[in-house]
């Protein structure tokens, strides 16, 4: 196939074409010419008012709940999600039933994903089972394809256990993802621990909880000389710690979720389950500070937590409903307009350029000669969103009928092509 973008702002600071805007023309999944006006006759071809394109974002945090909850969400419509929100790549957590736990199961995704329109990366299990009692096999699961090590929603309590996976994983220079949440810390709490906790009556979660863990854990990665990355983080306190780590010399990157730059603890008053999360929404406070953390480099990615739920499991009293929010789809659109004036080129950083380098994914520059792999979008197209924007089998997210500010247009990924 041969695929034509016309006008095009490149956002790629590895490209020797970034700032310009230039035709792209794309033959077989390969870019073959890059330059101001091509005439040549393509089967496709892609005109956007204001189009940037940047080479394909990666999302670090995802559940596609295959194997074994089907019904909340595939790798068939997962993937479907994520290329609609801009993503040519996932990294996908392990808390399947099985777990993500062994080479088999590593196996198991890479082969199933591999017609999809988004490259699935498996992050494999750091425990057996994601309980944080024993190792799983990391060594197996790397060769195989796990390209980091988690136990995904499922923080490793134990200091001892986590260290030793640290040390491990240097054998092969690979990475630990944490998300922060020391579970002995009020088990019961539903939203974060404030006024407006006491205010609807519902226990709380104390910030204390996830930055006891970001603590511990930048420094189990120094004693280790090891490499971590805490997702998720959510309070002001925890960029600090994250921000003084590298400034150490410690060798640790975070990532935040949209909808903590977007929503905070204020907005839980209509008892929304959709917005039940973990790490919770904090205050209005922390939510500026994240946002500040975007700006000035503190956060290295920007993570979905895409977490699908079946109507049930959302659609039902505050107390029992399940923490978690999809998110692929709005990602993007959710950043932008919750950090105004936030520059195209830091968009790319945190969905793509940092991504890769960290996790060490395959690199994806915009230059003659290499792999299209590809993301179009419109940073100043505004949009309403609505369930038929969502590809997600399920559809517990806070946006729906909010009107953001950055669409997708599209992903090329190789000789798949998805538009918007």
């Known amino acids: 196939m041969k695929i034509l973008i016309k ?11 970034n700032g310009q805007i230039a035709d792209i023309f794309i033959e077989n999944g390969t870019i073959t010419r890059i330059a101001a006006g091509i005439t040549e006759k393509a089967d496709k071809v892609i005109e956007r008012e204001g189009l940037f394109v940047s080479p394909g974002w990666v999302d670090v945090f995802a559940n596609f709940a295959d194997p074994g909850y089907e019904f909340k969400e595939t790798l068939e419509t997962g993937a479907a999600a994520a290329a609609a929100g801009g993503y040519t790549d996932v990294m996908i957590i392990p808390n ?46 790397k060769w195989s394809g796990a390209v980091a090590f988690s136990d995904g929603i499922n923080c490793v309590q134990s200091a001892g256990l986590l260290v030793k996976a640290l040390q491990y994983v240097k054998a092969f220079d690979g990475i630990i993802i944490q998300l922060p949440d020391d579970k002995s810390v009020n088990p019961p709490g539903l939203i974060n621990e404030g006024v407006v906790s006491t205010q609807l009556g519902l226990p709380g979660k104390p910030a204390m909880a ?49 909808y903590h730059l977007f929503f905070c603890d204020e907005d839980m ?22 946002r500040e953390a975007v700006l000035n480099g503190t956060v290295d990615c920007l993570a979905t937590h895409h977490l699908p739920h079946e109507i049930d499991s959302k659609v039902i009293e505050f107390e029992y409903a399940k923490f978690g929010m999809t998110g692929l ?34 690199p994806a520059t915009l230059k003659i000669g290499n792999a299209a792999k590809l ?46």
């Open 7 to 17: 006008q095009a702002r490149i956002t790629d600071p590895n490209s020797p074409h």
């Open 96 to 141: 399947t039933n099985p777990a993500i736990h062994n080479k088999s199961a590593v196996e198991y995704i890479v082969h199933k994903g591999r017609d999809l329109p988004v490259t699935i990366h498996p992050i494999g299990a750091i425990t057996r089972n994601t309980e944080g009692k024993e190792l799983a096999e990391m060594y197996d699961m």
């Open 210 to 258: 996830e930055e006891l863990v970001v603590e511990r854990d930048i420094s189990l990665a120094g004693y280790a000389d090891s490499k971590l990355h805490l997702t998720g983080i959510s309070t002001k306190k925890s960029a600090d710690y994250v921000r003084k780590g590298k400034e150490n010399g410690i060798a640790v990157s975070c990532s935040v979720t949209a």
């Open 269 to 290: 008053t209509s008892y929304n389950t959709n917005l039940k999360v973990n790490p919770p929404l904090r205050t209005r406070e922390d939510r500026e500070s994240l």
């Open 329 to 362: 789809e709005t990602a993007y659109a959710v950043l932008n307009t919750a950090v105004p004036g936030i520059p195209a080129e830091r968009c790319v950083e945190l969905l793509c350029i940092n991504p890769r380098k960290i996790f060490a994914l395959e």
């Open 375 to 420: 993301t179009l979008f419109q940073p100043a197209r505004n949009w309403t969103v609505s369930v038929a924007d969502l590809k997600s089998k399920s559809v517990n997210t806070a946006f729906t009928g909010t009107t953001l500010t950055g669409k997708v247009a599209g992903t090329i990924n190789g000789d798949k092509l998805t538009l918007q």
